[in-house]
């Protein structure tokens, strides 16, 4: 069955980076794109990524653009998503999703909570 | 790109329909089929209810179901029943080969 496991939950100061993880399983890793989706407190979902983990093609949001780096190990079977510079702001849940054919979320992560405070 | 616009909040007693809109714009919503719906009950991971506008995946209770005029998505809720209540999020691929998603809808029943 499909699963995507992430890693555990951080607590980061501002201005650190964090780099959260989501190890594939039940399908073959190459043929759907992972997704990076984060939701704050209370808020609602945010989108912020894709990785094409056949060929390592990337596409963010314009919103993280500046801040996020999405990659994979094949080998593995895991993609990582890192997030810099962190404000108390970016204090979230992180979910990785697997994307079908009709550019849906089928699979989701259970999330990984990171939080920043000083 | 900024967030699909929906109601904040939806209520109805069981039994009842509900509607659930999702504005958009021709770069999103109304640009493309790839609209679709996630439910998200209070400190679980979202679910995908519905696909491609109006397609259910295998296991989704056949009364909910999807449409779209335009810009404009919609998700029905008929025989709105007490496991119902929850978080509805909808979600578009966008012209910039991104995805965004609504502001959120929370459901109550009544």
């Known amino acids: 069955q499909v699963q995507l496991v992430q890693s555990g939950a951080e607590v980061k100061k501002p201005g650190a980076s964090v780099k959260v993880s989501c190890k594939a399983s039940?399908?073959?890793?190459?043929?759907?794109?992972i997704h990076w989706v984060r939701q704050a407190p209370g808020q609602r979902l945010e989108w912020m990524g894709w990785l094409n983990p056949g060929n390592g093609n990337t596409k963010y949001s314009q919103k993280f653009q500046d801040r996020v780096t999405i990659t994979r190990d094949t080998s593995a079977n895991t993609a990582y998503m890192e997030l810099s510079s962190l404000r108390s702001e970016d204090t979230a849940v992180y979910y990785c999703?697997?994307?079908?054919?009709?550019?849906?979320?089928?699979?989701w992560g259970r999330g990984t909570l990171v939080t920043v405070s000083s | 790109q900024s967030a699909l616009t929906q109601p904040a909040s939806v209520s109805g007693s069981p039994g009842q329909s509900i509607t659930i809109s999702c504005t958009g714009t021709?770069?999103?919503?109304?640009?493309?089929?790839?609209v679709c719906w996630y439910q998200q009950h209070p400190g679980k991971v979202p679910k995908l209810m519905i696909y491609e506008v109006s397609n259910r995946p295998s296991g989704v209770p056949d009364r909910f179901s999807g449409s779209k005029s335009g810009n404009t998505a919609s998700l029905t809720i008929s025989g709105l029943q007490a496991e119902d209540e929850a978080d509805y999020y909808c979600s578009s691929y966008t012209s910039s080969s991104s995805y965004v998603f609504g502001t959120g809808t929370k459901v109550t029943v009544l």
């Open positions: 999703a697997r994307a079908t054919w009709a550019k849906d979320f089928d699979y």
């Open positions: 021709s770069s999103d919503v109304g640009g493309y089929n790839y």
């Open positions: 039940g399908y073959t890793f190459a043929y759907n794109t």
